[in-house]
């Protein structure tokens, strides 16, 4: 199982929102590339990049900063605001390993395909983001604050016959929360979807968490907060997901 150690950018500035409230930051320094080598240095193989600026007004994209850090020698993983086939473009430009689209993904999903057979199922993820309504994962869009009119098994149907193969799942209840990851949510994902890898990512926040996320079946864990408030290490992260 894959660790993706998490970088949220604003302005500059590293940043966890709590329930992804711009309202609700914690700020954790504004040396991206100092942390970024740190977890190269204790074994990490990827990055997760969100640019929340990027997210929250397109015309002020991190690019540079971004494609610093795909020059360390780690796979970068971003997204934030992606919206067009241009915006893929330049991030792919820049280095990046995979791009991760959100929004679009949801609500215009034959563009997305569109964007997955020309670019390839290896160098695009789709970010379906959901809210629990019980037992039911509904996707949610603009940055979280829209929900949509589908559930999140419609949605995966309608790329059936597509390449999408990545797929980042964030239960938003427990974004930033450090409440526990939905382990149980993505242990039916992947059952029910066993040709996507899936990504967890919300509520880790301890290495227990992890464990339990590795018998899920999902195929990485996204970590940002915990790692921040040194609940655990990088190394010690990667030793557990790989059941050492």
């Known amino acids: ?35 970024a080598k740190a977890w190269r240095d204790e074994g990490a193989d990827w990055l997760h990049v969100v640019d929340l600026s990027g997210a929250r007004d397109g015309a002020r994209r991190q690019t540079d900063t971004i494609a610093q850090l795909c020059g360390l020698g780690l796979k970068v993983q971003t997204g934030g605001g992606v919206r067009s086939a241009d915006d893929v473009a330049r991030l792919l430009d ?62 995966m149907a309608k790329y059936l016959d597509t390449p999408l193969k990545h797929v980042l799942t964030t239960d938003v209840g427990r974004d930033g929360a450090l409440k526990g990851p939905s382990t149980a949510l993505y242990a039916r994902l992947a059952k029910d979807w066993p040709d996507i890898a899936w990504q967890a990512s919300g509520g880790v926040s301890a290495l227990a968490d992890l464990t339990a996320l590795r018998s899920s079946g999902a195929e990485g864990a996204i970590v940002g907060r915990a790692l921040y408030e040194n609940r655990f290490t990088v190394r010690e992260a990667i030793a557990c997901l790989r059941g050492a």
């Open 1 to 35: 199982m894959q660790l993706y150690p998490a970088i949220d950018l604003l302005d500059g500035q590293i940043v966890r929102l709590t329930h992804g409230d711009f309202d609700a930051v914690t700020a954790y320094g504004d040396d991206p590339v100092k942390v």
């Open 94 to 155: 820049a280095g990046v390993s995979r791009v991760i689209v959100g929004s679009m993904a949801v609500i215009a999903p034959d563009r997305f395909s569109d964007w997955l057979d020309r670019i390839g199922g290896e160098r695009l993820i789709a970010a379906l983001d959901v809210r629990m309504n019980g037992d039911v994962a509904v996707p949610v869009v603009k940055g979280w604050t829209q929900a949509s009119t589908t559930t999140l098994d419609a949605l």
